[in-house]
């Protein structure tokens, strides 16, 4: 079975200062999809981005970026200019058809 | 379009109780799916569906039963409560593909005492 690891339980960040949280992943599959999910206290879980692991180009959605090595399993998260509204728990996540692995979660902390 | 919904927010049952959380869409999705959230823990797979009339096994389906009579409503019933089951439940539905976002429901906290 697939795994996801977040190794950084907390971060924190001064505002308008880049942080980037990390994520690997244990997969024997060759085709699969990866995705950053934030969830705001609120606990509503929103999708930030999404990569397909055929692609080698690392998805960008604005200030949003990921650094995927595939050889490495690795799927970090880069969140440039960071703002208060980034504080969230933020989820790595994995899926092979419909079996969608999440990691535990890192609690990021942007200060004023 | 409200996209996903559940009902209820909240609920606290004693052990031995059963009880059913809804789920609604409106988006017209083929797939749906019921997730519990631990403290500490990301979310876990309980069951999903992948069109009206099917439901399938996830990562920790023991203790739950999903329905999916209609394609926009799947129904998970916890038959016997046990306190392990107190937990956050969300629920997901997204169109066929693999690529496509899973949209999320607002959750329903569950306390089992």
């Known amino acids: 079975a697939q795994t996801v690891t977040q190794s950084q339980p907390e971060m924190s960040v001064q505002e308008a200062e880049t942080v980037t949280l990390s994520c690997t992943y244990d997969t024997s599959e060759n085709n699969y999809y990866l995705f950053w999910y934030k969830q705001p206290p609120s606990r509503q879980m929103i999708l930030v981005i999404r990569q397909e692991a055929y692609k080698q180009q690392n998805a960008t959605e604005n200030r949003f970026s990921v650094n995927f090595q595939k050889a490495a399993k690795s799927f970090s998260l880069k969140i440039s200019d960071s703002q208060l509204g980034d504080t969230a728990m933020y989820f790595c996540?994995?899926?092979?058809?419909?079996?969608?692995?999440f990691g535990a979660g890192t609690r990021l902390t942007v200060k004023p | 379009n409200a996209g996903v919904t559940q009902t209820p927010k909240f609920r606290v049952l004693k052990t031995g109780q059963s009880m059913t959380l809804l789920c609604a869409q409106d988006m017209n999705h083929e797939y749906m799916y019921w997730y519990r959230q631990d403290p500490g823990m990301g979310l876990r797979l309980i069951h999903y569906s992948v069109g009206e009339g099917t439901t399938a096994k996830g990562e920790v389906p023991d203790g739950y039963n999903v329905s999916r009579l209609k394609k926009q409503n799947f129904l998970l019933g916890l038959e016997s409560a046990a306190p392990s089951q107190t937990s956050v439940y969300f629920c997901?539905?997204?169109?066929?593909?693999?690529?496509?976002?899973?949209?999320f429901g607002p959750g329903t906290r569950l306390t089992v005492l």
């Open positions: 997901a539905s997204k169109n066929s593909g693999s690529y496509n976002e899973q949209f």
């Open positions: 996540a994995f899926m092979k058809q419909n079996d969608m692995r």
